[in-house]
């Protein structure tokens, strides 16, 4: 049995080198060794070992390492459990998820337009990473104030103007018509001089 462990502990670092190593599990001698551990290779040195090869025994296998698994691309030392999510289409917290919550996603950003749709969104695009979306898209101008359809020009055309109107004044000032003026629509008197 002695013989056995020793031969894996010398092989097992050319098996964790190795492109496609195969996936093997060692258990020593319960009676020489009554305390197994696990070891992994940990190829990007960021402390998460590669699932897919694994050691338990007593005796530290040269290129092997008592550290955590769960290492989905062991030559990356930015992709382990704690590695932060990002946007790029890559799974770097190795939870089977890609993205997800990925980093500044969801923050506000500008989008480079001008008017209701200069203000956007930070979403996340996979590996066309994160993307300034408009939270308001473009729509036909109204008098509000707002440059509704982003082209630069606010209220522009009169919008909701020229529509029939009572101004509420008495006698020939009664009859107007709207105008769009600083956001508001009012009724001008047709007829001048009116109060
Ligand atoms: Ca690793
Ligand atoms: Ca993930
Ligand atoms: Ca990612
Ligand atoms: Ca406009």
Known sequence: MRRICVLLALIAPALASAQSPPNFLWLDDFELCPSPQPYWPDRDSDDYGDDDYSFVGCVQPPGFFPVDPGDCDDLNPGINPSAAE??????????????????????????????????????????????????????????????????????????????????????????????????????????QPCP
């Open 86 to 191: 990002q946007c790029n289409g890559i799974d770097e917290d190795c939870d089977a998820m890609v993205d997800e919550n990925a980093l500044g996603a969801g923050t506000s950003c500008d989008t480079g337009l001008v008017g209701a749709c200069s203000s956007g969104t930070f979403q996340c695009q996979g590996a066309a990473g994160l993307v300034c979306i408009s939270d308001t898209p473009a729509s036909p101008e109204v008098c509000n104030g707002i440059d509704d359809d982003c082209d630069g020009h606010v209220d522009e055309g009169n919008p909701g103007g020229g529509q029939t109107c009572n101004t509420g004044l008495p006698g020939a000032c009664s009859t107007g018509t709207t105008v769009c003026q600083a956001g508001v629509l009012v009724c001008v008197p047709d007829n």
